[in-house]
């Protein structure tokens, strides 16, 4: 009897013991799971303009009529590897009430020692896709990139410009001057770039005049990799001067009914 007593007892303890070693072992899983957002501390904050025409050319009178893009090329001047973040702000209406995607959150980015990245303006679009779950679709962009650094960059903006049709006709490359700013920085987490449930809204909104008598394009495809609505396929835009046949990569395509 004593005998089948103490092997009653030794087999919950042993059971005891596997359980709890299970549960911090998938609590520790869990833990590491869990990715938190990366704080930095940066020192210099650029702001470069950026004006880009993206579904169609722009015409609401604010600029010229015409098709607008921006690059923006950041290099680390610095023999260490460092990481910087960047927002976009875009430019409203003086005075208007502020918007839930008036500013994005920021991005990280690691650059390499004496490495450079560009940023043009369908990545610059990216920034807006998702924002809690909605991605919006700009017929046209005018702001701020906002980038902040631990150190001083080089941080250049390539603007081009043309008539709605044919190609480029003006270039004008500026170099961006830095704002001793000290700042620490949270870095939004990494998100996918296809909005939750397909919900998308278009920027300006429907019937502005930015779109004037022209329906307005969904741009899809890019870097980005933007999905297009359920029956409806991603097909390369011929208006613009990216081409997949003739060596350009990752060119943004229009949502067309299949």
Not at 103 to 121: E, M, R, S, Y
Request: aromatic share 8%; net charge negative; with cysteine.
């Amino acid at each position: 009897m004593k005998e089948t007593l103490m092997i009653k007892f030794f087999s919950v303890l042993l059971g005891l013991l596997c359980w709890f070693s299970f549960t911090g072992v998938l609590r520790i899983a869990q833990a590491e799971s869990i990715k938190h957002p990366e704080m930095i501390k940066t020192e210099y904050q650029y702001a470069a303009k950026v004006a880009c025409s993206l579904m169609l050319p722009h015409q609401d009178g604010t600029l010229a009529k015409g098709t607008y893009r921006t690059i923006v090329n950041i290099h680390n001047p610095t023999n260490k590897k460092i990481t910087i973040a960047a927002k976009v702000a875009l430019a409203t209406q003086f005075g208007s009430e502020p918007g839930p995607f008036d500013v994005t959150p920021f991005k990280g980015a690691v650059l390499q020692p004496d490495g450079a990245v560009g940023i043009n303006c369908f990545d610059i679009a990216g920034y807006f896709c998702p924002i809690d779950g909605v991605c919006v679709d700009f017929a046209f962009l005018e702001g701020f990139l906002v980038v902040k650094s631990p150190v001083p960059l080089d941080v250049v903006g390539v603007y081009t410009a043309r008539h709605t049709d044919g190609e480029v006709e003006s270039i004008d490359v500026e170099a961006v001057q830095p704002q001793k700013i000290q700042d620490t920085i949270k870095l939004g987490s990494a998100e996918s770039t296809k909005p939750i449930n397909g919900k998308r809204i278009e920027y300006p909104p429907k019937g502005s005049s930015a779109y004037s008598d022209q329906k307005p394009k969904q741009m899809c495809g890019g870097i980005a990799g933007f999905p297009c609505p359920a029956g409806m396929q991603c097909v390369d835009d011929p208006s613009d001067d990216c081409h997949p046949t003739q060596g350009g990569a990752d060119c943004p395509g229009i949502c067309k009914t299949k």
